[in-house]
């Protein structure tokens, strides 16, 4: 990456020993079977986060200013289970230093490292997963750290919540949970579906969200586009309702494939980055009080 800070913020705001958020990003592509390109998400997502405007309207914020410390790239790509190892490795270095960890990708395939580190972390962990694609086959292409595996350990070992699917193999039935997902179908006619979630979620949560549950009317720059996602403020929606009603510890956003012609693409997983950071301030610190109070 050859960016000194997020977002261009101020030095001050940019250093680990006083920031609150660390942003670690994955620009790997190894296991993609499609489009390639998202191995150049992350430098794209940075070169769109500095040209956004740092205050945020509904909150009325200015979440840079808790810090956000832009960690070097991890950049192993010799196999799928060594990257996979390193973002495990680096992602729980960070929680272990109390930092609101979170990371950019980079294909799915990235999430199996940073799920099993806030696993070793957080008891009881809730994964709440936003995503056009199922992505639990148990092994993919002769790997288990394939892309199209990416939340298969998830759903042995935390309690994993599907939101957006509209797309999967039928070997991947074995390992769903069908009472927690969330089909693309369903939830188009169905306004209770956001409440049903979040009631089944434990109360730490760690999200992790594929572009391509967005719609591509909405973000058409993804390796692997299905019609009938999420929109915009949809998606706002439902993770300002996560943010307010549970404890949210870390989240990863993956599989921007950039487009050079087009950069909506771009921006918006810059502000949806930005906007769940926050959320995170301002509904997190009130959540906490309320903890004590009770």
Not at 75 to 88: I, L, Q
Not at 196 to 209: H, N
Request: aromatic content about 10%.
């Amino acid at each position: 990456m050859n960016k000194s800070t997020y977002a261009g913020i101020p030095e001050k705001y940019a250093r680990l020993d006083d920031a609150n958020v660390v942003l670690i990003p994955v620009p790997y592509d190894g296991t993609s079977t499609w489009q390639k390109g998202s191995d150049k998400g992350p430098q794209a997502f940075l070169d769109a986060s500095e040209n956004m405007e740092l205050f945020d309207i509904e909150t009325r914020s200015e979440p840079y200013r808790k810090g956000v410390y832009l960690a070097p790239a991890i950049t192993e790509n010799s196999s799928p289970e060594k990257m996979v190892e390193a973002v495990y490795k680096t992602t729980k270095n960070y929680i272990k230093q109390d930092k609101f960890v979170t990371l950019f990708g980079g294909e799915h395939s990235i999430s199996i490292g940073s799920i099993r580190a806030f696993n070793e972390c957080f008891e009881d962990l809730t994964v709440l997963q936003i995503d056009a694609h199922a992505d639990l086959r148990e092994s993919y292409e002769g790997s288990s750290c394939n892309h199209a595996c990416a939340v298969h350990e998830a759903s042995k070992k935390t309690k994993l919540i599907q939101v957006g699917i509209r797309s999967m193999d039928i070997s991947e039935l074995e390992h769903m949970v069908e009472d927690q997902t969330y089909f693309a179908h369903d939830i188009a006619t169905d306004d209770e579906w956001m409440e049903d979630s979040l009631s089944q979620m434990t109360d730490k949560v760690f999200i992790t969200i594929d572009l391509d549950a967005f719609d591509p009317s909405v973000l058409p720059s993804t390796g692997t586009p299905e019609p009938g996602g999420l929109l915009w403020y949809e998606m706002l929606d439902y993770l300002k309702k996560v943010f307010k009603k549970k404890q949210v510890v870390g989240f990863d956003i993956v599989e921007l494939c950039p487009n050079e012609i087009d950069k909506s693409s771009d921006f918006l997983a810059a502000k949806l980055y930005y906007k769940m950071l926050a959320y995170k301030f301002k509904y997190q610190n009130a959540k906490n009080q309320e903890d004590e109070e009770e």
